[in-house]
């Protein structure tokens, strides 16, 4: 059967959405080092590798501001999902979510979820895809980089006593008009 990318129902889909598993298992993190006028992230091989699992119920939660979705759907079941919000004062579109059911990982639903959203960005006006992520999702930032996203910012605070120990990363990718 073959993927299809269709527009995200709040309503119709949360069951599906909350279903997808958001872990993942990393050997490796970022650290972030910083200069006067620098970030970088250096990578760090991990004693033992780690399984970090987001929390799905934030996609649905109400902070949570994002005004667009997609969903990657195959038989009936949602195997894929990205959400964004449209900020015109920055021209830019914010990822919010994007996460893969592990069996569909490296297949191109998050390449193809990700196409999705560029093409909405493009067609609001948006000179930018920004997003935010945590130096812990070493997978996730080499996805996005295959996908032209670089780092643009970094934040040690952000996350406090929700994720302790763990620096927010910022990735972007301009686009091409």
Not at 5 to 26: C, H, N, P, Q, Y
Not at 113 to 120: K, M, P, T, Y
């Amino acid at each position: 059967m073959s993927v299809t990318i269709r527009e995200l129902d709040r309503r119709r889909d949360r069951k599906g959405v909350e279903a997808i598993d958001t872990s993942f298992v990393t050997d490796r993190v970022f650290d972030l080092v910083a200069g006067a006028r620098s970030i970088e992230l250096v990578e760090r091989v991990l004693p033992q590798p780690i399984t970090k699992r987001y929390s799905i119920g934030e996609v649905f939660a109400q902070w949570a501001r994002w005004d667009h979705g997609w969903v990657a759907e195959e038989g009936g079941e949602i195997r894929g999902f990205a959400t964004v919000e449209h900020e015109p004062w920055h021209g830019r579109v914010i990822l919010w979510f994007l996460y893969i059911a592990p069996a569909w990982r490296r297949r191109g639903l998050g390449r193809a979820l990700l196409a999705r959203v560029e093409e909405h960005a493009r067609g609001v006006g948006a000179s930018h895809v920004w997003l935010e992520t945590s130096n812990v999702n070493v997978p996730g930032v080499a996805a996005y980089e295959r996908c032209g996203y670089t780092l643009c910012g970094a934040d040690r605070l952000y996350y406090g006593d929700y994720m302790p120990g763990e620096t927010a990363i910022y990735l972007a990718k301009v686009l091409a008009e």
